[in-house]
């Protein structure tokens, strides 16, 4: 969705940048503001090194959770990274306090029912094997946001089914993205390549479609102001 910010903003902060799609974005279209680029993982920050160049993007290792920035941001933005962060509530604390007074915070992230269908059948395939959480519902992300002391202007959900060409794709592509890291989607013990091999089998044979297999994806879009 399209970022509208009243003035131009001179300082951007763009949480959990990844490969820095949003970063190289956030760039064009503020042409005079500073970027400030976060992930807590240093191989995405190589990658968006690669990605994006330019003397006006500085980039951060480190958790946005508790990351101590220099001054206080006019924007804040974010794309599908927030679901990884826990706890989101200390994560709005946080941001509400290096956010400029009438400053906009931007994000999207991935909701609870995203790859309902891969987890229906990982509770098939290895019922003793539960994952460690769920991903959050979007009056959940409001309810934090509004604890913060945010202002939340704008919910927009969205549902996308995405094809991949196999369901071995799907799940390689997804782990390179790291969308198979942390509680939401690991249990106590892994599965063993037995349970990985039958999953597998399973979703190429339950979830055809035209050209493979499909994945659903449940996206909030939120706009909050401080």
Same mark, same amino acid.
């Given at each position: ?13 763009? @949480? ?101 269908? @891969? ?79 039958? @999953? ?27």
């Amino acid at each position: 969705r399209r970022i509208e910010v009243a003035g131009q903003p001179k300082r951007i902060l763009d @949480l959990g940048c990844g490969t820095g799609f949003l970063t190289s974005l956030l760039l064009q279209t503020f042409p005079n503001a500073q970027v400030d680029a976060i992930d807590i993982s240093r191989e995405m920050l190589r990658k968006a090194r690669l990605f994006v160049t330019g003397s006006r993007v500085k980039w951060i290792a480190g958790d946005a959770i508790n990351y101590e920035f220099d001054a206080p941001y006019d924007l804040i933005a974010s794309s599908s990274a927030i679901q990884w962060i826990y706890p989101q509530d200390k994560l709005f604390e946080h941001i509400f306090g290096v956010m400029n007074p009438g400053g906009g915070f931007f994000f999207s992230l991935m909701l609870r029912g995203t790859f309902w269908e @891969l987890h229906g059948l990982r509770q098939q395939v290895a019922p003793n094997k539960p994952i460690r959480a769920e991903l959050a519902t979007a009056h959940d992300i409001a309810q934090y946001l509004k604890a913060a002391g945010l202002a939340v202007h704008e919910i927009t959900e969205k549902v996308y089914r995405k094809e991949y060409s196999s369901a071995a794709d799907f799940l390689w592509r997804i782990k390179e993205q790291g969308f198979t890291g942390g509680d939401i989607s690991t249990a106590h013990q892994v599965l063993t390549r037995g349970e990985l091999r039958a @999953l597998t089998q399973r979703y190429q044979a339950a979830y055809k479609s035209g050209h493979g297999v499909y994945a659903t994806y449940c996206v909030g879009f939120f706009e909050a102001r401080k």
